[in-house]
């Protein structure tokens, strides 16, 4: 009996001075399932600090009870009370989200190049003498028309006529995707337009429903496209509500 008590007394001692003395602890840090380097890892007891490697893993000194914060640039903060647990070999697995970067204004101007147009050539008088020994004589009919009519480009006006105009490119649901794919990426999606992840593909099939997102991605203009989805949002947000 004697035995068992000092054998459970000494497992207390023990326990109660690891907690008091300072070991490492050892970590990870993931954001959305991967590694995230440059995470402060600051012990809030005793002010020391380290930084994730490019694994996201991290090692620092502490005890039970300590307070580890996690912060970083366009990170969302978060702290970490110690305990037993944490000083084994899993160590502190931490998950961190980026915050949202609120776009405040965007100014779209459309460059003009400053070019100015030169003045048209004029060619100089030709004296009478010259006239009169030039190789084409203009004083003598050759049966030539001089500024006659351009029969071909006539030809091709009145073939304009009768052209119906060119109908736009109609443009399928899979194109649609393929192009907002190809120059939207999801940071686009989640961070600017400030949705969320399981609501980015019903605001794409909101906006395919609109036929001028067809029109707009005819003419190929990003930036057209870029305003196009931005004033969608806000339709998209008040039908929502």
Do not use: W
Not at 6 to 14: D, E, W
Not at 17 to 45: D, L, M, R, Y
Not at 118 to 141: F, G, H, K, Q, W
Not at 208 to 235: G, P, R
Request: overall charge neutral.
């Amino acid at each position: 009996m004697k035995i068992t008590s000092l054998i459970a007394l000494f497992l207390f001692a023990v326990q109660l001075a690891f907690s008091q003395s300072e070991n490492p602890v050892h970590g990870k840090v993931t954001t959305e399932g991967f590694p995230t380097a440059g995470i402060e890892v600051i012990n809030q007891t005793s002010g020391s600090v380290v930084v994730t490697d490019a694994s996201g893993k991290f090692s620092i000194k502490a005890k039970v009870g300590d307070v580890l914060i996690f912060a970083g640039k366009n990170y969302t903060s978060r702290r970490v009370t110690l305990n037993q647990k944490d000083f084994g070999k899993t160590g502190v697995e931490t998950n961190m989200n980026q915050e949202a970067i609120q776009l405040v204004e965007v100014e779209i101007k459309k460059e003009v190049d400053d070019v100015k147009p030169e003045p048209p050539a004029v060619a100089p008088l030709r004296s009478v003498d010259n006239i009169l020994n030039s190789p084409t004589n203009m004083m003598v009919y050759n049966g030539a028309i001089i500024h006659g009519l351009d029969f071909v480009a006539i030809g091709k006006m009145v073939g304009n006529l009768f052209k119906g105009k060119k109908k736009d490119k109609v443009i399928s649901n899979i194109e649609m995707k393929e192009y907002i794919s190809d120059n939207f990426n999801k940071d686009f999606f989640l961070n600017t337009l400030q949705l969320k992840e399981d609501e980015i593909e019903i605001f794409l099939e909101f906006c395919y429903a609109d036929a001028k997102m067809s029109t707009l991605i005819n003419n190929n203009n990003v930036l057209e496209i870029t305003d196009f989805l931005i004033s969608k949002k806000e339709e998209f947000r008040k039908l929502k509500n």
